[in-house]
């Protein structure tokens, strides 16, 4: 741009000078130089032209890029509208959130003292009904009385006696039935607040989910190597080996090159079918796999400890089993976590883990990851079910509360063998029995499937 504007700078003062050189010699010059002046006014002419044909051309652009700056600027304009709509549609959802919390206190607040309010009204019904029956009793008699005196003809005294008493038992009849009424009056109020209450928990859970469903892992660092989940295989059949291998890593080192279900034989154990994962150029052997939450993993201390479940598809291999591996040397202990939104994330321990009389204590130590870590390092964590909660914090049972075995501590909110919650789920949302990853300073996030493996440490393979 900046050369043709030299060139239009320059360009008169070109033709200037050769039109002053061109008239000079014009004066001075034979009849022939005429000739060559004309021929000078034409190169002239050419050069008018080509200057016109640039203006064009320069007059085109600019109409063009006037064009592109005013698609530019309406769509900028549409971004910036549609940035605002979102940010209004925000607020106003979250102000409605706020709405529905107050909404459900106050219902919660008023079906207490209904509840309350109806206790007192059963207590003085259940008085009435025995005052009924003693009047009863009392009519019953007055009934044998007045058959009595059909035949013998009973005196003023007592004609007015048995009136008296009819217009109080009716009475008192009118009362019991008005009673009744107010009762059933605030039975259908205390149906219709629970309702409304069970509408707006229902309301509240599902808001909570999506904001959970959409705590993606996206926000953090990208991980470095892709993680594979296998999809359960109903016809997946187990891979036969001599049974000597001591772990998937051995079985790889000796030529197995497919991921599947393997038997395996530990030190000073008996053989034992494991699923083995090919990754990072090895073999791994997965000690917990969930994919679906097909399977329920709130299990019995005994099921925890002989391993539940389908290795073609959702289960938990074993303490029993995991240990017998284990403390044949040093192991890796690697997590693979994957959200709804289908982001994956691992983390890996240097770890420990004690026998049946220790229950199963863990140790861990953080090598690597691509995720907050949410588990607590150099810490004994004892492993703990429903039904054999060894550590019981304050007196609140972990694993009754979370569901699902797992090595708690201090019952934090992190328990891969909680219960599996999908952001569609409508019912009551509790986050402490679900499937969630909770750094100890950071979100919940929300879980679609968890894989856990362990790898001896001698990783010569990975180089």
Same mark, same amino acid.
């Given at each position: 741009?900046?050369?043709?504007?030299?060139?239009?700078?320059?360009?008169?003062?070109?033709?200037?000078?050769?039109?002053?050189?061109?008239?000079?010699?014009?004066?001075?010059?034979?009849?022939?130089?005429?000739?060559?002046?004309?021929?000078?006014?034409?190169?002239?002419?050419?050069?008018?032209?080509?200057?016109?044909?640039?203006?064009?051309?320069?007059?085109?652009?600019?109409?063009?890029?006037?064009? $592109?700056? =005013?698609? #530019?600027?309406?769509? +900028?304009? *549409?971004?910036?509208?549609?940035?605002?709509? !979102?940010?209004? @549609?925000?607020?106003?959802?979250?102000?409605?959130?706020?709405?529905?919390?107050?909404?459900?206190?106050?219902?919660?607040?008023?079906?207490?003292?209904?509840?309350?309010?109806?206790?007192?009204?059963?207590?003085?019904?259940?008085?009435?009904?025995?005052?009924?029956?003693?009047?009863?009793?009392?009519?019953?008699?007055?009934?044998?009385?007045?058959?009595?005196?059909?035949?013998?003809?009973?005196?003023?005294?007592?004609?007015?006696?048995?009136?008296?008493?009819?217009?109080?038992?009716?009475? $008192?009849? =009118?009362? #019991?039935?008005?009673? +009744?009424? *107010?009762?059933?009056?605030?039975?259908?109020? !205390?149906?219709? @607040?629970?309702?409304?209450?069970?509408?707006?928990?229902?309301?509240?859970?599902?808001?909570?989910?999506?904001?959970?469903?959409?705590?993606?892992?996206?926000?953090?660092?990208?991980?470095?190597?892709?993680?594979?989940?296998?999809?359960?295989?109903?016809?997946?059949?187990?891979?036969?080996?001599?049974?000597?291998?001591?772990?998937?890593?051995?079985?790889y080192n000796s030529g197995i090159r497919s991921r599947g279900v393997y038997t395996i034989k530990p030190n000073g154990s008996e053989s034992f079918d494991v699923y083995c994962e090919m990754k990072l150029g090895t073999s791994w052997t997965v000690i917990q796999n969930r994919v679906d939450g097909s399977l329920d993993f709130n299990q019995t201390w005994d099921a925890y400890t002989n391993g539940f479940g389908d290795l073609n598809g959702e289960f938990w291999l074993g303490l029993n089993k995991t240990y017998s591996i284990t403390k044949q040397g040093d192991y890796i202990l690697r997590i693979e976590l994957q959200d709804w939104k289908d982001s994956k994330r691992y983390v890996e321990y240097a770890f420990s883990l004690g026998g049946p009389e220790t229950n199963y204590t863990l140790q861990l130590s953080r090598v690597s990851g691509s995720i907050p870590n949410a588990l607590p390092e150099q810490t004994e964590l004892r492993f703990s079910t429903a039904d054999r909660d060894v550590d019981i914090v304050n007196d609140f049972n972990c694993p009754e509360n979370f569901l699902g075995g797992w090595w708690h501590s201090e019952c934090e909110e992190t328990n891969l063998n909680g219960k599996y919650v999908a952001p569609r789920s409508r019912g009551r949302l509790d986050r402490r029995k679900g499937l969630y990853w909770k750094p100890k300073k950071g979100r919940y996030y929300l879980l679609k499937s968890t894989k856990i493996m362990i790898h001896p440490t001698d990783l010569k393979s990975f180089d």
């Amino acid at each position: 741009m900046k050369t043709i504007l030299v060139f239009l700078f320059i360009a008169p003062l070109a033709l200037s000078a050769r039109a002053e050189k061109d008239y000079s010699s014009f004066d001075s010059a034979a009849s022939p130089e005429t000739k060559s002046r004309f021929a000078m006014l034409d190169d002239v002419r050419i050069l008018a032209n080509g200057l016109l044909q640039l203006g064009h051309g320069l007059k085109d652009f600019v109409h063009k890029t006037k064009g $592109q700056m =005013n698609d #530019i600027f309406e769509k +900028l304009y *549409i971004f910036d509208r549609s940035f605002y709509e !979102l940010s209004l @549609q925000t607020s106003e959802i979250k102000e409605e959130e706020e709405q529905l919390r107050q909404t459900t206190a106050r219902l919660q607040i008023n079906n207490e003292e209904i509840k309350n309010l109806s206790q007192e009204m059963n207590s003085k019904i259940e008085d009435l009904i025995q005052n009924k029956i003693q009047l009863q009793e009392k009519v019953w008699g007055l009934e044998d009385k007045v058959t009595k005196l059909a035949i013998i003809q009973p005196s003023a005294q007592e004609t007015k006696e048995i009136s008296s008493l009819k217009a109080f038992v009716e009475e $008192q009849d =009118n009362h #019991i039935k008005q009673l +009744l009424k *107010i009762v059933e009056d605030q039975h259908v109020q !205390l149906d219709r @607040q629970h309702n409304q209450i069970m509408e707006l928990e229902d309301k509240l859970n599902h808001i909570e989910l999506q904001e959970l469903a959409e705590n993606s892992f996206t926000e953090e660092l990208i991980e470095p190597e892709a993680i594979s989940f296998p999809v359960h295989n109903a016809t997946a059949v187990t891979n036969k080996s001599d049974g000597a291998a001591p772990d998937c890593t051995a079985l790889y080192n000796s030529g197995i090159r497919s991921r599947g279900v393997y038997t395996i034989k530990p030190n000073g154990s008996e053989s034992f079918d494991v699923y083995c994962e090919m990754k990072l150029g090895t073999s791994w052997t997965v000690i917990q796999n969930r994919v679906d939450g097909s399977l329920d993993f709130n299990q019995t201390w005994d099921a925890y400890t002989n391993g539940f479940g389908d290795l073609n598809g959702e289960f938990w291999l074993g303490l029993n089993k995991t240990y017998s591996i284990t403390k044949q040397g040093d192991y890796i202990l690697r997590i693979e976590l994957q959200d709804w939104k289908d982001s994956k994330r691992y983390v890996e321990y240097a770890f420990s883990l004690g026998g049946p009389e220790t229950n199963y204590t863990l140790q861990l130590s953080r090598v690597s990851g691509s995720i907050p870590n949410a588990l607590p390092e150099q810490t004994e964590l004892r492993f703990s079910t429903a039904d054999r909660d060894v550590d019981i914090v304050n007196d609140f049972n972990c694993p009754e509360n979370f569901l699902g075995g797992w090595w708690h501590s201090e019952c934090e909110e992190t328990n891969l063998n909680g219960k599996y919650v999908a952001p569609r789920s409508r019912g009551r949302l509790d986050r402490r029995k679900g499937l969630y990853w909770k750094p100890k300073k950071g979100r919940y996030y929300l879980l679609k499937s968890t894989k856990i493996m362990i790898h001896p440490t001698d990783l010569k393979s990975f180089d």
